[in-house]
């Protein structure tokens, strides 16, 4: 188990198989129900895949839906689960492209933080 201080003050538990949010930004993929995914990590260039929409979501934690319009870009996050934790605020994380990445914590979103934004009360 990995426990992750976050922005808001909360921790987030990592362990294997937690699902997360990776912040990227979307384009238009080949096929309408894709969207190119890319992560820029600080320092480390940057990571891209395809990923099938119903992975994608906007920074608000709503689908993607039919966005982003061709030809432009829009901000958004991409489904993930841990596979292990790394030492240093690190997490290796399977994301729906197939490939495994490293990414650093501190970027990371909890999908339970940003889905009971909209579970109504």
Known sequence: MYRVGLKTGAE????????????????????PSERVFVIRPRGQGEYSGVADVGYCYRQDGKPLGDEPPEGQ??????????????????????????????????NLVPVREVMARHVPV
């Open 73 to 106: 870009e829009i901000q958004g996050l991409v489904v993930g689960i841990v596979v292990s934790a790394l030492k240093d605020d690190t997490i290796r994380a399977h994301l729906p492209d197939g490939e495994v990445y490293d990414l650093e914590t501190s």
């Open 12 to 31: 987030l538990v990592m362990e294997k198989g937690t699902v997360i949010f990776v912040p990227c930004t979307f384009k238009r993929g080949g096929f």
